[in-house]
């Protein structure tokens, strides 16, 4: 019967675990063995020469053995086996220097030449070694034997049974393997709560539904229209999907570097790292109206939320500007009703070459404002929304002016970011202002964009503040957020490398100049622009 693999996580770690543990513990305990087995075999070796050592010190034993003959009843045998009793050897045979014991623990072999090779100890050195004789396998040791002159005239052989040595191994093999055991069981119980804990942290799952799961949350996070920031608890990055790294101008290879590495300092910045608190927070990043939301994480990190309301804001501007030309026209509209109602009466009293008088200066007029514009400003849409301003500024009673330096060919690269710049500013003088004066001039390549008003003015501290996301004065509509306008013109013009400040105005108020460099296309100008009055550029 074939037994199956289990499939969950825990269960695998669990079996894994248990057959390292398993493993490690057979191996220890079989080094230890080995080790103590030769440990064993070296201390019966050292005890044997210690014992034969001891016996050839022994007094007139030298003399015994050269001056006797080699029988059972002999001196030296008696010695020998004195020693042997006391000692607990196994046997201790003397020898003379032709190999024939002079002592044994059996008497049968006193007379007969030994079973082993003396030569060593003869020649005056101590050996010792685990080996076999007449007597079975046994750790054993030789030395030389010396008469009172130094000279060698045998040697003596102890011998240690190596059964004594087996059962001392054996003794020690029992506690041994309760400690294996005892170490095992804690192994075991390791590894088991281990694998619960990895249980509770997987759900159960099996490798194969972690590794889809995997599979699904990347195509998930890469998919969604939503951009997303992981952090980890030091700031750095974890994870960043398409969206987010097309929304925020950054690369795969952001990932795992910190945050303030890879983004420019500003709000941006200070809202996805935790340094500004609140929901739907709105940002500006690459001219991009961003709305972000941060939620932290159990380990110390967080996760990020970027949506884009770019498309959302421009139709909320849109919708600013489609509100004002209403405005405009209903102002238009009570403007034409008078002249109708003032031309209607001319009729009535007859004075019929008045009443054309009056219909000719109210044409030329209109016509007037609208030709100024069209001949200093050739892009449509520019023009365009001048006039449309202008119509606006009328009906609020305000007084909007062109410059009478604007000078704009129509060579507009993205008349659009020109339009925004633009529109933002003349909105934001029309809220504060009675006088409005717009200049716009081409210095090559660059376009340089001025609005200047009699308004309250900025003071010199809040100069950099009203260019943040978010800062404002003024009551947000319904349709969008407030504060976002002077952020985008300046985002705009970093785009282009160029830059958008705020200067005092002489007389009071404030000017709004914008820089932006390679916004007007590259050409030669054909030929020289008129400008109304005789002035020529």
């Not at 006193?110 to 003396?118: A, E, F, K, N």
């Not at 002159?149 to 240690?160: D, F, K, L, P």
């Not at 200067?503 to 400008?531: C, N």
């Amino acid at each position: 019967m074939r037994i199956r693999w289990p499939r969950r996580v825990f269960a695998q770690v669990l079996l894994v675990q248990l057959a390292i543990t398993t493993g490690v513990i057979m191996l220890a305990t079989g080094l230890f063995l080995a080790t103590l087995s030769a440990q064993l075999d070296d201390q019966a070796m050292r005890q044997a020469l210690s014992i034969a050592q001891t016996t050839a010190a022994e007094p007139s034993l030298a003399y015994d053995l050269t001056s006797t003959e080699p029988t059972p009843a002999g001196a030296v045998q008696v010695k020998a086996e004195r020693i042997r009793r006391a000692t607990g050897a196994l046997y201790i045979v003397v020898m003379d220097t032709n190999g024939v014991r002079w002592s044994h623990t059996e008497t049968t072999q006193i007379g007969r030449h030994v079973s082993t090779d003396p030569s060593v100890a003869l020649a005056g050195q101590d050996i010792m070694q685990i080996d076999r004789g007449t007597l079975g396998r046994s750790a054993r040791a030789k030395v030389p034997l010396r008469d009172d002159e130094g000279s060698i005239v045998g040697a003596v052989s102890v011998g240690i049974a190596y059964d004594s040595v087996h059962e001392s191994l054996m003794a020690t093999l029992p506690s041994l393997l309760l400690y294996a055991g005892a170490a095992l069981a804690v192994g075991v119980l390791a590894a088991f709560g281990v694998s619960r804990r990895l249980q509770r942290r997987t759900h159960g799952l099996a490798f194969a539904d972690i590794s889809a799961l995997l599979d699904e949350r990347e195509a998930m996070l890469h998919g969604i229209r939503e951009g997303v920031v992981a952090l980890d608890r030091y700031g750095c990055i974890r994870l960043l999907n398409d969206e987010a790294q097309r929304l925020l101008g950054l690369g795969p290879e952001a990932t795992g570097r910190a945050l303030d590495d890879v983004l420019p300092p500003g709000r941006t910045t200070d809202v996805l790292a935790g340094r500004v608190d609140g929901a739907d927070l709105l940002t500006v990043s690459g001219g991009r109206v961003l709305v972000a939301n941060r939620m932290p994480t159990g380990d110390g990190g967080a996760v990020a939320t970027l949506r884009d309301r770019t498309e959302l804001e421009l139709l909320g501007r849109e919708l600013d500007s489609t509100h004002g030309l209403l405005d405009a026209l209903r102002a238009q509209d009570h403007e034409h009703a008078n002249r109708l109602h003032t031309l209607l009466g001319l009729l009535e009293l007859g004075l019929h070459d008045e009443a054309v008088d009056f219909v000719a200066e109210v044409a030329d007029g209109h016509r007037a404002s609208a030709e100024q514009v069209a001949e200093r400003v050739h892009d449509p849409l520019l023009s365009a929304l001048l006039v449309g301003k202008s119509a606006i500024a009328a009906e609020r009673g305000v007084s909007l002016r062109i410059s009478p330096g604007t000078l704009l060919p129509d060579q507009v690269v993205d008349p659009r970011d020109l339009v925004t710049v633009l529109g933002n500013l003349i909105d934001n003088a029309l809220d504060v202002a009675s006088f409005v004066e717009v200049e716009l001039l081409a210095e090559g390549t660059t376009a340089v964009l001025r609005v200047s008003d009699n308004g309250p003015g900025v003071s010199p501290e809040m100069r950099e503040r009203i260019f943040a996301e978010g800062w404002t004065t003024k009551q947000s509509p319904a349709h969008r957020g407030r504060g976002l306008g002077l952020a985008l013109v300046r985002r705009l013009a970093e785009r282009y490398g160029g830059m958008a400040r705020v200067t005092a105005r002489a007389g009071g108020g404030a000017v709004f100049t914008v820089v932006l460099p390679e916004a007007l296309a590259v050409r030669e100008l054909t030929a020289m622009t008129a400008i109304p009055g005789g002035e020529s550029r």
